[in-house]
């Protein structure tokens, strides 16, 4: 569904990501591991279009994206959820949801939006910047599913939320998952990534230095975490 | 009490102008992240625009509200494509020289034609006074003042009712993440920049009848109309109509009650808005 072959970038002079390969396949859900500043965000925006690859490619459903703009990639079914959530403080709930424009077949009808994330609906008419964080979350992730993207780009989703909206995130990732949607996820909470995910790329200093199954990172957790720095 | 009510209609009147212009400058600021030196040109343009029409064409006034806007808009539009789109990948004080440049074009070209003293217009659709007894509205005025709330009102529904209003708000607030949920955003930025110049014309139209039509009229206002942009919040587009008109009456006010800052009450009230809030009455810090 998603691969992503010796994409390397940099911000100037600073090279960030280095020759980065990775799959994501159908209903696979994949997590990106790395210390703070490993280029996770990065390789996300260079998969969306937001940042400029200096090398290497992506392709999607057998498309070559180099030449894609961002607006198209995500017309085509990719769905950004990016580390700061995206919401736009000044649209209503129910715009920052009917935001971006739902032309795929597996969009979600508004009615299903609702019964999935029922908070976002008591909220409709608020704008997006009196939320909590954990709505925030919540309409970050309905907003793409709506579209019916394919492959979501997760960006630290459970970052600083409660066990329960995690748990709830969770839930919704394995339900989207069934669907066959792939899910690249960026994820520092090892024990949360554990549950929704098939495999583990770990990232240091823009290169991929492991690749992990599941299983594996239960038997490391230990490990894994003092190399992350948590 | 008499001349307080005159003056504050007088504001507001001077508000409606500020009003309309800061509107256009908030809406091309928000989406282009481009200052647009070339607003206060597009205002004297516009009512030159007037003028030329009623001389050479015999067409009046209503026939310049019109087409003047209109023809602007279109020139407008013609210029982002050719010139300011080009440098909007650079460095904004590119496009900072380019509009300032086109201003300072605009002005010499008009003195070159009509010298520097101001042009008769004598075709206000309506004359005369509302006589209140204590104290009278000249009807042009209140109409001025009455076309520019509407014209105000219809951008904030267009805004805030419609599907491209929703669009050019979520372009404003995060323009890089808007492209990454589906949305050409570069495909709205021409118009945006052409309503925002048209704006600028009306108002330099509804100028015509009541203020003094020379090459130098915008360049006067538009300083004032920076200011009214940054206490509202740059690219906020309500905060600039609020400002527009607030600012329009605080400075006829403060006129009549302490004549001494007259010049410069605008700017003592920016600085202090900036003293407390940097990003204005408003704003939000900067996203992108
Ligand atoms: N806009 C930018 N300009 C310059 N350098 C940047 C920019 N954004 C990120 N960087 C640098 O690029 C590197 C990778 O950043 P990135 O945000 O991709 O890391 P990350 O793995 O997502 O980190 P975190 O866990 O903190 O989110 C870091 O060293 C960061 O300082
Ligand atoms: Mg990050």
Redesign the interface.
Known sequence: MLDITGVSASYGEARVLDEVTLQVGDGEVVTLVGRNGAGKTTLLRCVMGLHRAMTGRVVFAGRDLTAVPPHRRARLGIGYVPDDRGIYAGLSVEENLTLPPATLASAWPLPRIYDTFPVLATRRRLPGGKLSGGEHQMLALARVLRTGARVLLCDEPTEGLAPIIVDRIGEILREVKRDGVAVLLVEQNLRFAATVADRHYLLAQGRIVESLRNAEVRQREGELLAYLGL | MTSFLQQAFNGLVSGSFYALLALGLAVIFGMLRVVNFAHGAIYTLGAFGAVWLADSAGLGFWWALLLVPVALAIAGTLAERLLIHRLLALDPLYNFLLTFGIALVCQDLLRMRYGSHSQPYEHAPVTGSFDLGLFEFPRYQVFTLGLSVVVCLAVWLLLTRTRIG??V??AI??P??????????GRWVTPVFGFGVGLAALAGVLAAPMRAVNSGMGADLIITVFAVVVIGGLGSVFGSVVAGFTIGMLAALGNLYFPVLSQTSVYLLMAVVLLIRPAGLFG?EEHV
């Not at chain 2, 890089?176 to 955003?185: C, P, S, V």
């Open positions: 929703t669009i708000r979520a607030e995060r890089e993440l808007t492209r990454a949920f589906g949305i050409d955003t939000k």
